[in-house]
T-cell receptor
Framework: DGGITQSPKYLFRKEGQNVTLSCEQNLNHDAMYWYRQDPGQGLRLIYYSQIVNDFQKGDIAEGYSVSREKKESFPLTVTSAQKNPTAFYLC????????????????FGSGTRLTVV | AQTVTQSQPEMSVQEAETVTLSCTYDTSESDYYLFWYKQPPSRQMILVIRQEAYKQQNATENRFSVNFQKAAKSFSLKISDSQLGDAAMYFCAYRVGNEKLTFGTGTRLTIIP
């Protein structure tokens, strides 16, 4: 079955370390997104990519980096510059870029819980 | 910038009763999509219902329906015959074209047996 796989499910990081969260999809979707979820703040967009080798900053990109070398993969690196990285991270993908020819829904992964220790 | 506001951090309802979750949004666009997502304890995001702004008819999906008031920029979710499995966080979200989803802060719904 097609879907999005995020790994690992739980991740622990020491202060000063960079960590990379994996997001892989086999849906042949063009666009991919990274969201951060904190209690009481909903989901906030970190980075997104509409096409391979291209990506844009979202609302809270500082301290994060991404790459999109393959259509299937959109890894997120949480750098040591991110002051408060403990959060739940969700990856999503969306197919197509049409507005009225059909509905192209979002598919979400099951998330990664990152904790700084 | 588009914003989505959910003013009810928590709601509770008796099993089999009806509950309405509120959502308002701010936009200068005339054509857009609105969504309600459910996030159960597993934290998987599940699409509950969507509404196209150009459609006047309110969307319905089984026990879930919306009250879309475009002029008031309001998009509430009504859950009828509430079931224990409806307990979750519910997020209202907005999207223009193929741009990003913008989410509200969520409402935690508790079902009382």
């Amino acid at each position: 079955d097609g879907g999005i796989t995020q790994s690992p499910k739980y991740l622990f990081r020491k202060e000063g370390q960079n960590v990379t969260l994996s997001c892989e999809q086999n849906l042949n979707h063009d666009a991919m997104y990274w969201y951060r979820q904190d209690p009481g703040q909903g989901l906030r967009l970190i980075y997104y990519s509409q096409i391979v080798n291209d990506f844009q900053k979202g609302d809270i990109a500082e301290g994060y980096s991404v790459s999109r070398e393959k259509k299937e993969s959109f890894p997120l690196t949480v750098t040591s510059a991110q002051k408060n990285p403990t959060a739940f991270y969700l990856c999503a993908s969306r197919s197509g870029n049409y507005f009225r020819t059909g509905y192209y829904g979002y598919t979400f992964g099951s998330g990664t819980r990152l904790t700084v220790v | 910038a588009q914003t989505v506001t959910q003013s009810q951090p928590e709601m509770s309802v008796q099993e089999a009763e009806t509950v309405t979750l509120s959502c308002t949004y701010d936009t200068s666009e005339s054509d857009y999509y609105l969504f309600w997502y459910k996030q159960p304890p597993s934290r998987q995001m599940i699409l509950v219902i969507r509404q196209e702004a150009y459609k006047q008819q309110n969307a319905t999906e089984n026990r879930f329906s919306v009250n879309f008031q475009k002029a008031a920029k309001s998009f509430s979710l009504k859950i009828s015959d509430s079931q224990l499995g409806d307990a979750a966080m519910y997020f209202c979200a907005y999207r223009v074209g193929n741009e990003k989803l913008t989410f509200g802060t969520g409402t935690r719904l508790t079902i009382i047996p």
